[in-house]
């Protein structure tokens, strides 16, 4: 089993951005040039497109210690690509709900609009992530589940612990 | 349960399919039938593809038919074009998946010629298939079908087909009872469900819609998915084949029943299928489209969960 | 929908079809007997609430006309109406409730009962013209009304606003002179077709009323009218039972018998004079009907 | 109202422009007052804008800014014919018909604010002849209407005509489903004092 | 093995205020792959450069980081910095530690920190980073026009006079559009035949310019620099090479009674015809619709009297195949009908104005024709009904426009000034009439242009009347125009001679149609889409081909012109070189594992995936595969988040980067 891991107050969450080159990317660069301060828990990965990021990223992300996660392009009829955020927009409408029915918290997935003028909104998206993970916590589903082996306890039927233990 | 549901008419089902394939394969209309024949315990049955009209005979349809035979078509779609027209026998659901096959350019309408079957119901396991049908045994899928007489097949036996009894939605109740859950209660579920998987692939092997040539989840360069049946890569396994499914699947629920593990794959399939007709009014299945769900817009769509 | 299937209805007659405007109530039951079409009074209907009910409370007025198709469900067959009124709120209150869901959840409550609003609406215009057909309707023709030069009114109510009713065209509806035509009439092209004649004002401004139902009257006069043709008892009263009072006031001689659609259809497929209530109209009809030969 | 207010400046603040009772004219008409441009095609087409002192438009353009006391203390809305010219011929679909339907019952609720009187009596007695008979009985409405208004020899001329060919009927049929009605008039009643409706 | 090198930048102190980059640099010189790194304290200055190149060449590196500023503002300089010192300029990454990490966060340690795993996640990612040619597409230098309005003619002549060829395809008989048409225009009264016919004149004659009228375009197949064009060129009847446009056969044909499209069917034509007498070319044409000959078989006394033989009845519709680089697309305008509304269209026609029936109710390109000196009327305003000279006219502005009712909500532009030049116009022919015009809103932006309008109401005494009309009908010989004037709230009503309606600008039919050929969005109303509304006004989203126009959104001539001036411009920019180079941020298919269920071509925006078709030896079709056309892709990568087994991959962001990136954190 995986060691206990208390939730110290100066738990610094890891929050990974998927953003658009185009409008989000460059807003965080405005954000950048105007001096505008937040926390920098966030890490960055530049797309041509919302339309290019796979729910997979996402997954992994979780899988590789993300705490939040932010997805966020330009805003519907901005796309630089003409529709690659229309795309994404359901694609992520659907994913968020498999996420969810599967048990994984929505507060830690945002997603949103910014465009290249709002280096203020890129500012407020990233502190109210980051601050809305720092409140809960890590996230433990996904590396809870990468320490586990195989029959974790959780199959309780006796002809399988059998076999198992025959092993 | 006594609640036994009539399929007394499956016998002359059974035998109009004879006479027909008999019929298109005697006329060379087609080249080959894939339908199912008579296993060896009384009501089995197995999938086979005949090519002869004197293999016609040893064709049948009974309760225990539950094989969707277009996955057959999927593995091997890349001959047909050379062999020629193939028949296929296809319960509702089934046709449900011919036709999304056909919306993403597997197959072509004029390549196949469809034997629709009127169906009342099949059974949820096939260990006991000489067992009347009733609403316990009758398999999940069929307790919400929408489809029990497939249109748009080149041939249906006429039957005047009973009534069904309605029957409550398993799945819709079980979807309810999960997502009246907290996420981490549902986590708990599913980490339970997803922690029995083997990653024997057989969910991916029946499946007509897994017919990529190489799976995502197969590739190393980079390793989207953990392939060693460990709880983090069977998770990631069946997260991305539920996404890959959504909007294409139409529920046929075949993953479901061959799973030996018995995780309820279905579970998530119908969840997708839902939230999809919620936020696009999308329902797989019904007709040719040129887009599925995912791979067309609106500008309209909703985006309340945007910031 | 000209099929020989017998055509049935639920019928809906309104207040002003029991009181003032009975020979439309006649000659509607008289007329469809005589094309074999049946009728069946809903039974216990309520006033529709009419012009004065959604003037000054819409919810009441959605509410009664949702309580009227209730009612109406009870019959088999379309719910026929006579009365443009009548048919406007009730086509108002199922496209309102059909749009708006909050009051509908309100009317629900008022009623107390789910609001049906599936049902078809029809005005008798719409039974005569398309469900029984204006060739099966010129086939019961037994005295066509040859060289009558009709002037078709149909008001406000009949066919606005647009996607309302639905009756026909808003601006340019033509389904009287239709029904008119293969019958045998003729129709005249005249203006003020659809403007309104102040129904609404009947009881509280005359003075209101005379106005606007003058120039209609002056307008079918005009375009050489022998009698004008209407759909709605409330047209009626102000076109007819006001006209003396209107010659009278503007000093002008229209004498144009004012019909109900259903009197004139009645009068070609050969009812007789007293099954159409003709003694009834205020300007009297008779001498132009017999001057044309058709008594 | 303390004198004449339509001579009145309009002084225009956020205060002084009633945003609520717009959207309440809003919500009941089910249209969107800021659509209008103020075209002027309703008052063009209008059969009664010659007797009102506010135009259809007008009436609009005093919605927009809020000053509903302007278009209450006026007559205008009680002249509308309902005759739904102005609806159908309106290039921005507002709906001007059913704006007049709503400020009519606001006016009512806001008792007493409108000078017209006769329109707002007849109103009255017909809904008064549903809540008691459940249909409408021509003869009694226009009796009464006379002896309220005062006018007991309006339209003396029509009665014994109408009455001697059988359209003005002393007797008629009673609905037999009488309590329904009072019921659904109840309930409205109810629902108001909730707040559940408008 | 990679050698990668890493270069971190001072920015002055920009970056080094905040963020230790010493201890940035010992952290890349650690990370696995990693040959070389160091810091700078200006890498975009020259000596940082050299640095760079220096080391490259010193260090044989294979990758380079820079970690500096945004790759926005100098990922261009570095690459080329790269390139120079040979390496391709794709194994270049920059890690943005200035915008992102120094000037956002004051904690040097944690922005130290960041800026370390930012530096790591670029060296993942640098390691997967693979070479890639730069793309070039030839550039076939000759363009495509595709209408022969004001807006076609000028964007043709200007192309052509830069030396290259043009085709120009126009769909009527003639050339000319809608300007031909015109009496005299806004607002100085120019007469527009007289400077319009001689730029006609300039297209027949120039040698660059191929002209194709009574054309259509059937097809359009390829892309930027490289498009094949089939031209529909429908049977003339009348053989253009050897006609000399005499005019005889006119004369002699005996159908004389055919309403004239041109003069808005108020003028009458023969069956073998010229619209108008300036047309371009001056070749007739037959129209079989209504010819004698082909209506019966009888007649053919065009060709009996046509000295060179150039009448041929047996001729058939040609398809020319036309290669060019770039298209313009310049489809102008039709007007807005208040009749019955058409079969499927979302716009309602005016049923209370009679549904276009009343015959003195006309639009306003009626009003144009009866008032230009070479119309059916010979400039003579008068009624279309009885020929009367109307001494009440009425004008309605907005008629289709501004009115969501009806199915169209914009503004039509032009209207506002054409009245009040109709007006004008009718004062100066009708001198004791009185015009009256029916507004919402008087909207004159444009040089002289208010002047204009107050001078048809100050001098020309025109009566303006702010309000609409609800309704239009015949009494009588005369036309009850039933409107109000809101300014004194009373309604108006004015017995007219005749009413001119200014209809909307809509675009023309089958607008859609030639975009879904051309590949080229538009909006709900069938106008064409510009790239960027602001930025990019004259280009569409798909490459190579340009807007000039109304067929973009209502414009008047001086606009049209200019639009037309600026897409010949980007026209010339584009042939101004032998190939087109472009980042080779494109789509590629793996073929082997496509299964062909083109998913990647249904969300592709810009039509760059097709479907290709793998045979064997003998031919025989084994499968069809999607495959990326480079020269079409934009680069966007939809196709590859939709491919379900990633059987397309976007170069420059493959899923090896990207994962590499997120495992690196």
Redesign the interface.
């Known amino acids: 089993m995986h060691p206990e891991k208390t939730i110290s107050s100066d738990f610094e969450p890891k929050v990974i951005a998927f953003v658009c080159t185009w409008c989000t990317y460059a807003g965080a660069d405005l954000a950048g040039t105007s001096r505008m301060q937040y926390p920098s828990n966030v890490r960055v990965l530049k797309f041509p497109c919302t339309g290019r990021i796979d729910p997979v990223f996402i997954l992994k992300a979780f899988q590789q210690g993300a705490d939040g996660v932010l997805v966020s392009g330009c805003h519907p009829g901005d796309c630089h690509y003409i529709a690659g955020n229309f795309h994404a927009r359901r694609r992520f409408a659907a994913f968020r709900k498999l996420l969810e029915f599967v048990g994984v918290d929505l507060q830690r997935l945002q997603f949103s609009w910014v465009s290249a003028a709002e280096g203020g909104k890129w500012v407020e998206v990233v502190t109210e992530l980051t601050e809305k993970v720092r409140a809960m916590g890590p996230m433990m589903e996904f590396k809870e589940l990468a320490l586990e082996e195989q029959w974790s306890g959780a199959m309780i039927s006796p002809e399988l612990q059998d076999a198992y233990r025959q092993i | 349960m006594i609640n036994t549901i009539d399929i007394s008419h499956y016998g002359t089902v059974a035998e109009s399919i004879r006479i027909e394939a008999a019929r298109i394969l005697g006329e060379g209309l087609v080249t080959a039938v894939v339908a199912y024949t008579a296993g060896r315990r009384a009501g089995s049955v197995q999938p086979a593809i005949i090519t002869s009209a004197a293999e016609a005979e040893r064709l049948t349809f009974t309760a225990a038919s539950v094989n969707n035979l277009a996955v057959y078509l999927t593995k091997a779609k890349k001959d047909i074009p050379r062999s020629g027209r193939i028949g296929i026998v296809v319960k509702g659901c089934d046709l449900k998946a011919l036709v999304g096959l056909m919306g993403e350019s597997q197959l072509q309408r004029e390549q196949l010629y469809l034997i629709g079957i009127p169906c009342a119901g099949v059974l949820a396991s096939t260990v006991r298939p000489a067992e009347p049908l009733t609403a316990g045994n009758l398999a999940p899928k069929c307790r919400e079908c929408d489809a029990q007489l497939p249109e748009g097949c080149d041939y249906v036996p006429e039957i005047d087909l009973p009534l069904p009894t309605p029957l409550e939605s398993t799945y819709a109740a079980e979807i309810a009872r999960l997502e009246g859950l907290t996420p981490a209660e549902r986590w708990a579920y599913w980490k339970e469900q997803f922690a029995k998987c083997i990653k024997c692939y057989a969910c991916r092997q029946v499946c007509p819609f897994c017919f990529c040539e190489q799976c995502l989840c197969d590739r190393n360069k980079p390793q989207m998915v953990d392939t060693t049946p460990r709880p983090a890569g069977n998770t990631a396994w069946h997260i991305v084949r539920a996404m890959h499914l959504a909007g294409r699947c139409a529920g046929c629920a075949e993953c479901e029943r061959v799973c030996p593990m018995d995780i309820p794959l279905n579970l998530l399939n119908r969840k997708m299928a839902k939230e999809l007709k919620e936020l696009f009014d999308y329902e797989a299945g019904f007709a040719v489209n040129e887009k599925g769900p995912l791979t067309m817009f609106m500008e309209k769509d909703d985006q309340s969960f945007i910031k | 929908m000209t099929s020989d299937k017998a055509l049935t209805y639920a019928y809906f007659p309104g207040c002003s079809l029991h009181a003032s405007a009975g020979e439309y109530d006649l000659s509607t039951r008289e007329l469809f007997k005589a094309l074999e079409i049946g009728l069946t009074e809903v039974p216990d209907w309520f006033c529709c609430g009419a012009t004065p009910a959604h003037n000054v409370d819409e919810l009441l007025s959605l509410s009664l006309c949702a309580k009227n198709l209730e009612l109406a469900e009870a019959v088999e067959g379309d719910l026929a109406v006579a009365c443009a009124s009548c048919f406007s709120r009730l086509k108002f209150t199922q496209h309102t409730l059909g749009e708006n869901a909050t009051k509908r959840q309100q009317v629900e409550k008022a009623i107390d009962a789910p609001v049906k609003l599936e049902g078809n609406v029809k005005h008798l215009l719409e039974i005569l013209a398309r469900d029984l057909g204006l060739e099966r309707l010129a086939a019961s023709v037994q005295k066509p009304l040859s060289g009558l030069k009709v002037a078709c009114y149909y008001g406000c109510l009949l066919t606005r606003p647009t996607d309302v009713p639905n009756l026909d065209c808003v601006e340019a509806p033509t389904i009287m002179e239709q029904v008119i035509e293969s019958v045998g009439a003729e129709t005249v092209a005249w203006t003020h077709r659809l403007e309104c004649c102040g129904a609404n004002f009947t009881l509280s401004r005359p003075g209101v009323v005379i106005q606007l139902t003058n120039a209609i009257l002056d307008a079918a006069k005009a375009a050489g009218a022998d009698c004008i043709m209407v759909g709605c008892p409330l047209c009626h009263g102000n076109l007819d039972i006001r006209q003396k009072e209107i010659e009278g006031v503007f000093g002008a001689n229209y004498n144009l018998p004012v019909f109900y659609l259903t009197q004139l259809v009645g009068l070609a497929v050969g009812l007789d004079s007293a099954r159409l209530g003709l003694e009834a109209m205020i300007v009297n009809p008779l001498p132009l009907l017999k001057s044309k030969g058709f008594l | 109202m303390d004198g004449p207010v339509k001579k009145k400046k309009m002084v225009i603040s956020q205060e002084t422009m009633d945003v609520d009772f717009v959207r309440k004219v809003e919500?009941?008409s089910?249209t969107s007052v800021r659509r209008c441009?103020?075209?002027?095609?309703?008052?063009?087409?209008?059969?009664?804008?010659?007797?009102m002192e506010?135009?259809p438009?007008?009436v609009v353009r005093l919605l927009q800014l809020g000053q509903w006391q302007r278009i209450l203390a006026g007559r205008s809305i009680w002249?509308c014919?309902?005759?739904?010219?102005c609806?159908?011929?309106?290039?921005?679909?507002v709906?001007l018909?059913?704006i007049?339907?709503?400020l009519?019952?606001l006016s009512?609720d806001a008792e007493g604010a409108s000078k017209e009187s006769?329109?707002?009596?007849?109103?009255k007695l017909?809904?008064q002849?549903?809540r008691s008979y459940?249909?409408?009985?021509?003869?009694r409405?226009?009796a009464v209407?006379n002896v309220k208004?005062g006018q007991f020899l309006?339209?003396l001329?029509?009665g014994p005509?109408?009455f001697a060919?059988?359209?003005?009927?002393m007797f008629?049929?009673k609905?037999?489903?009488m309590a329904?009605?009072e019921?659904?008039?109840g309930?409205?009643e109810e629902?108001r004092k909730n707040g559940?409706?408008? | 093995m990679s050698r990668i090198g890493v270069f971190i930048c001072h920015c002055g102190e920009n970056i080094s205020r905040t963020v230790d980059v010493e201890r940035v640099a010992a952290h890349a010189a650690a990370l696995p792959g990693v040959a070389y790194a160091t810091e700078y304290k200006y890498m975009c200055s020259d000596p940082g450069q050299t640095l760079l190149k220096k080391a490259i060449r010193e260090q044989r590196l294979t990758h380079v980081v820079v970690a500096a500023c945004s790759p926005r503002m100098h990922e261009r300089t570095f690459r080329k910095a790269v390139e120079a010192a040979g390496l391709n300029p794709y194994l270049c990454e920059m890690a943005n530690i200035r915008e992102h990490c120094s000037w956002v966060h004051e904690d040097r340690e944690q922005a130290t920190v960041k800026a370390c795993d930012i530096v790591g996640m670029m060296v993942e990612r640098t390691k997967k980073n693979r070479v890639l040619p730069t793309i070039t597409v030839p550039v076939t230098k000759r363009s495509l026009v595709i209408g022969g309005g004001i807006a076609g003619i000028q964007a043709a002549l200007d192309i052509a006079d830069s030396g290259h060829e043009v085709v120009l395809v126009e769909r009527e008989p003639s050339i000319g559009g809608h300007m031909a048409q015109l009496s005299e225009t806004f607002p100085t009264l120019d007469c527009s035949q007289c400077i319009m016919t001689p730029k006609m004149v300039d297209v027949a004659n120039h040698p660059k310019i191929t002209l194709y009228t009574y054309s259509e375009i059937e097809l359009v197949e390829g892309y930027i620099g490289n498009f094949q064009v089939t031209v529909r060129k429908r049977a003339r009847s009348v053989d253009e090479r050897t006609c000399t446009g005499c005019g005889v056969c006119m004369t002699k044909c005996p159908q004389k009674k055919i309403p004239n499209k041109f003069d808005q069917y108020i003028g009458m034509r023969t069956a073998i015809y010229v619209p108008f007498p300036q047309a371009v070319p001056n070749t007739p044409v037959i129209d079989r619709e209504n010819c004698t000959r082909f209506k019966t078989g009888k007649c053919g006394v065009c060709q009996k009297v046509c000295g060179p033989g150039a009448v041929d009845f047996e001729q058939q519709d040609t398809l020319i195949v036309e290669a060019v680089g770039a298209i313009v697309v310049a489809t102008g305008f039709d007007l807005y009908s208040i009749s019955e509304k058409p079969k499927g269209s979302p716009i309602k026609g005016y049923g209370e104005f009679g549904h276009g029936k009343i015959p003195d109710v006309i639009d306003g390109m009626t009003f144009e024709r009866l008032a230009s000196a070479s119309g059916p009327t010979g400039g003579k305003i008068v009624r279309p009904s009885d020929g009367r000279e109307p001494k009440q006219i009425v004008f309605i502005q907005c008629i289709g426009s501004r009115a969501r009712e009806k199915g169209i909500s914009y503004c039509s532009k032009v209207c506002c000034m054409y009245t009040a030049k109709h007006t004008m116009l009718y004062h100066h022919k009708v001198h004791d009439g009185q015009a009256y015009v029916f507004f919402m809103d008087a909207r004159t932006p444009g040089k002289s242009y208010d002047e204009f309008w107050r001078r048809s109401i100050e001098e020309e005494e025109a009566v303006y009347i702010r309000g609409m009309v609800s309704r239009l009908y015949q009494k009588g010989d005369k036309i009850v125009v039933m409107g109000s004037d809101i300014a004194v709230g009373v309604q108006v009503e004015i017995e007219a001679d005749m009413v001119v309606l200014a209809t909307a600008v809509q675009p023309q039919q089958g607008a859609d149609l030639l975009a879904q050929k051309l590949g080229i969005s538009y909006d709900k109303y069938n106008f064409y889409s510009e790239a960027h509304a602001k930025l990019r006004p004259v280009e569409c989203a798909t490459a190579g081909i340009f807007l000039a126009g109304a067929c973009q959104g209502p414009k008047d001539i001086p606009e049209t012109v200019s639009q037309a001036s600026a897409a010949a411009a980007k026209v010339m920019t584009l042939f101004s070189k032998e190939r087109l180079e472009r980042e080779p941020i494109v789509a590629r298919v793996r073929e082997v594992g496509c299964v062909g269920c083109f998913a990647c071509k249904k969300v592709c925006a810009y039509g760059a995936v097709e479907e290709k078709e793998i045979r064997d030896r003998q031919g025989n079709l084994l499968r069809v595969v999607a495959s990326v056309n480079p020269g079409v892709c934009a680069g966007c990568g939809t196709c590859q988040a939709t491919c379900p087994s990633k059987c397309v991959e976007l170069d420059g962001y493959t899923d090896e980067q990207i994962v590499a990136m997120i495992e690196a954190l």
């Open positions: 919500m009941l089910d441009f103020q075209c002027g095609k309703c008052s063009a087409g209008c059969p009664m804008a010659t007797f506010h135009p438009n007008r002249y014919a309902s005759c739904e010219t609806s159908t011929r309106c290039p921005n679909k709906h018909a059913s007049m339907d709503a009519r019952k009512w006769y329109v707002q009596l007849a109103n017909f809904l002849n549903i459940g249909r409408q009985y021509e003869m409405l226009a209407f208004s309006k339209d001329m029509l005509k109408l060919k059988g359209k003005l009927k008629h049929s609905n037999k489903n329904e009605i019921k659904i008039f309930r409205i629902m559940e409706a408008l």
